[in-house]
């Protein structure tokens, strides 16, 4: 089980840190994770991914150079740290892991790589 927070409401223009852990013990240290967000009446999109072992990250190029995707091991954690965000960021949350742990740029959008799925937390940001 991955439980997402940090959501909130914040002006246009602000920052957010998101959190990812695992609420059942089960750590990522082989995984690979991901955010994506749904958005009112929309499907739910790619934000950012990162491969757990050996770092690489992926951004949608709606976020690329104001999101961040991080992970912390001893926390068992993963972030997403959210700059200049923007009214339309405005969506819930999901963090995701994928166990095959390897994602690659095309993988990491998608939805059906990812095996556990969070609850979601809600970022609005206001004009």
């Known amino acids: 089980q991955l439980q997402a927070s940090g959501g909130g409401l914040v002006q246009a223009g602000g920052s957010l840190r998101l959190s990812c852990s695992s609420s059942?013990?089960?750590?990522?240290?082989?995984?690979?994770m991901g955010w994506f967000r749904q958005a009112p009446g929309k499907e739910r999109e790619f934000v950012a991914a990162i491969n757990w072992s050996g770092g690489s990250t992926y951004y949608a190029d709606a976020v690329k150079g104001r999101f961040t995707i991080s992970g912390d091991n001893a926390k068992n954690t993963v972030y997403l740290q959210m700059n200049s965000l923007k009214p339309e960021d405005t969506a819930v949350y999901y963090c995701?892991?994928?166990?095959?742990?390897?994602?690659?740029?095309?993988?990491?959008?998608?939805?059906?790589?990812?095996?556990?799925w969070g609850q979601g937390t809600l970022v609005t940001v206001s004009s």
């Open positions: 059942s013990g089960r750590t990522f240290n082989n995984y690979a």
């Open positions: 995701a892991a994928d166990s095959y742990g390897v994602l690659s740029k095309e993988s990491a959008s998608k939805r059906d790589e990812y095996d556990y």
